[in-house]
């Protein structure tokens, strides 16, 4: 997050934010500043490289929720975006290969997203899929006159609305026969297990005057994902995990091809582990993807490598690469809705890669060399790209970036000079008039004189002659990190008048395979005490009240609070958010069946005893912290019952202090994606709680009803 990179000082210098003093006009960020946020999401650059489509997200008050429409901007310096569409539900645009024609995805109020064509030489959009389970975003064929995506709609379904109901037709039930053990899912609940995600391709040479018949490449009991197209348009590329049992064994995806006017399915690449995407080379010689191969022994924690595949041959090129190849970075300022992320890979003429990397929480562009192995920082500096897409000569790139104290702006890459060109900053007048902090990365040596690397968030107007209340802000994952990105949440407690930090402990991904996987079958353990060594190194560096000491954390960074209050007594107050507690209640609760070894050797009837020792509702006798808990009524990654709900039975039993905040809807997104309103109001309660526990302030909504 420490704004040092030349990006960063353009991000300053670009929005006329001087690095001396902050001005007298501005602000510290707030709470409500949510409601002001304007998202860029998924920019994509047009194939001559002199346009970029990207999804404007912004926050609809009165409606409670996120609206998204298209915009679009010249690729100059200087340019001003312009609407595309009004929205509200719009998404995933897709250049024609003539950059003549956007496709995207537009959204009823009530239904699924269907595929629409819209002409940049002007008029209306036009639909181009009416399928009753939708459609994905859309992929165009080489030659611009298919559109490949997929789908859960069945044939039997369109055919079954083409004749149109049957009156004597029974109802079909709502009731659910489960006989698998994945049958739910966070934010979608239970779903139907005959539900399959297929491979669907229509018809798109030209604006349709009536919709075209998709017909399904795919079909039955697999899903498929990913679909990309061969460079001559021959056949159609997807990835697919086609075990029939993956619930006891390795995730195992491939990468499977089938011919564009339908037929057999062929199997293309099979690493013996998951390939996650898939994309073709120009010439159709080879392929790159991301994926990991399966080790021997399984592991909690498994990073992000990418392979290139040729002639039967596949490599991985970053087997011996620490960084991640994708982005884990923790945040709560990514596009809640709109899509788009930074996990693709480019080719270029020469025949390398471009790929984002993410290294000790910062990630770049990097260009690997399948030849020759060698690998070259295309983007340097501290900071975070969330989105990309390029030109189909690599020449040109279109990219969202942001850092610890700047919103993600829009910038033109080009591959040759290296040089960045801000393009778009929606939050330029909102930024212009915020004194926001910039976070301090610093490393200590934990207890084991292990390295780990953090970040500080101190108020705007920081003396380090006073002494501070901390906050320890705990990441989730337990493997994801925290990193180069602006993050409201700790940007408002500093605001607030907190110190926050924000480490890394082990088990933290982007510091290599080895660091992210020390914690298995010892979680909470030494990341535990990786923690606590932070602490100490805050308060030696003596700015900090040792008697003002607060925690909080989210998924596994609520674990570790609920773990720490049963260990030390030396937070004031903590605020678990998410969490786990129980660690064999949330194996039976969690709507992802874990059968294999990755967290634990055996299954919770097999070593009880081991599922105690690590859960943090054994220690409730122990607490003395004032504790309250964050909790989403459809969580069902973290649910309440064997989570933070456990937590504050046990502590209330005890006649502890301990209270509850349910938010109504919300799942295990609610900080990132949950309805404005409920964010903004968690955020209060969150530090309510440390205002009244550890500044004595009266917060009249902790006050019991």
Do not use: C
């Not at 890669?353 to 690997?368: K, M, P």
């Amino acid at each position: 997050m420490k704004a040092t990179s030349r990006l960063a000082a353009a991000f300053l210098a670009l929005a006329g934010l001087a690095a001396a003093s902050p001005a007298p006009s501005r602000r510290p960020i707030a709470e409500t500043d949510l409601l002001n946020l304007r998202w860029i999401a998924d920019p994509r650059i047009s194939p001559d490289g002199k346009q970029i489509a990207y999804v404007l997200v912004t926050v609809n008050e009165k409606e409670d929720r996120y609206d998204t429409s298209l915009r679009i901007v010249d690729a100059s310096e200087g340019a001003v975006p312009r609407p595309l569409t009004a929205g509200p539900r719009d998404s995933a645009p897709r250049w024609s290969p003539d950059g003549r024609t956007l496709a995207f995805l537009r959204a009823p109020e009530k239904g699924a997203p269907q595929i629409e064509l819209l002409s940049l030489a002007g008029g209306e959009a036009a639909a181009l899929t009416d399928l009753p389970k939708g459609a994905s975003a859309p992929v165009w064929s080489p030659d611009g006159k298919t559109i490949a995506f997929t789908s859960a709609t069945t044939a039997e379904e369109l055919q079954e609305r083409a004749a149109g109901a049957a009156k004597d037709k029974p109802k079909k039930s709502d009731v659910r026969l489960v006989t698998e053990p994945f049958f739910r899912l966070n934010g979608a609940g239970i779903f139907d297990p005959a539900d399959h995600d297929h491979v669907w391709t229509v018809a798109a040479g030209s604006i349709p005057a009536e919709l075209p018949q998709p017909r399904p490449l795919t079909r039955g009991k697999f899903d498929e994902a990913s679909p990309a197209w061969s460079p001559d348009g021959a056949r159609v590329y997807f990835v697919s995990d086609r075990a029939d049992d993956p619930f006891h064994k390795p995730a195992d995806g491939n990468v499977y091809s089938v011919p564009a006017g339908g037929g057999e399915i062929s199997t293309v690449a099979d690493i013996d582990g998951p390939i996650q995407d898939v994309f073709p080379s120009p010439d159709g010689r080879g392929f790159a993807f991301h994926g990991w191969i399966n080790p021997a022994q399984t592991r909690s924690y498994d990073k992000v490598d990418l392979f290139a595949s040729a002639g039967g041959r596949t490599e991985n090129l970053t087997a011996d690469f620490d960084g991640d190849l994708t982005n884990f970075i923790a945040w709560d300022t990514h596009p809640p809705r709109g899509g788009g992320d930074a996990q693709s890979v480019v080719w270029t003429p020469d025949g390398a890669l471009l790929a984002v990397a993410t290294e000790h929480g910062a990630s770049n562009l990097v260009r690997f060399d399948p030849k020759t192995r060698a690998r070259e920082k295309m983007t340097t500096g501290e900071h975070e790209i969330v989105a990309f897409s390029a030109t189909p000569d690599a020449s040109r790139l279109a990219m969202t970036v942001d850092d610890g104290a700047r919103l993600a702006d829009l910038y033109l890459v080009e591959t040759a000079s290296r040089r960045m060109i801000r393009l778009a900053g929606e939050n330029d007048a909102l930024m212009a008039a915020l004194d926001v902090s910039v976070p301090e990365k610093i490393s200590y040596a934990s207890f084991d004189g292990t390295k780990i690397e953090a970040w500080v968030v101190k108020p705007p107007a920081f003396d380090p002659k006073k002494k501070y209340p901390l906050i320890l802000n705990i990441h989730g994952g337990p493997h994801i990190e925290y990193g180069e990105t602006f993050f409201h949440e700790l940007q408002w407690m500093a605001a607030r008048g907190y110190v926050v930090l924000a480490p890394n402990p082990r088990g933290s991904a982007s510091y290599g395979q080895a660091f992210g996987n020390s914690i298995q079958y010892e979680y909470p353990g030494d990341d535990f005490k990786d923690l606590m060594a932070g602490v100490d190194e805050l308060i030696r560096r003596g700015y900090i009240d040792d008697k003002k000491l607060g925690l909080t954390g989210g998924s596994g960074g609520g674990l570790m609070t609920n773990w720490a209050i049963g260990h030390t007594n030396r937070f004031g107050a903590a605020v678990a958010q998410r969490s786990i507690s129980d660690w064999a209640g949330w194996w039976y609760d969690l709507d992802i069946p874990i059968f294999n070894a990755a967290w634990f050797r055996k299954l919770p009837f097999q070593e009880p005893e081991e599922y105690r020792r690590r859960s943090p509702v054994t220690y409730a006798e122990r607490v003395a912290t004032p504790y309250l808990t964050i909790e989403g009524e459809n969580d069902l990654r973290a649910p309440a019952d064997s989570g933070g709900g456990a937590m504050f039975r046990a502590l209330k039993a005890l006649n502890k202090t301990a209270a509850m905040v349910i938010f109504p809807g919300e799942t295990h997104e609610l900080s990132r994606s949950g309805k404005p309103s409920h964010r903004i109001a968690r955020l209060r309660y969150i530090v309510g709680w440390f205002d009244k526990y550890l500044e004595g302030k009266r917060v009249p909504e902790l006050d019991a009803p």
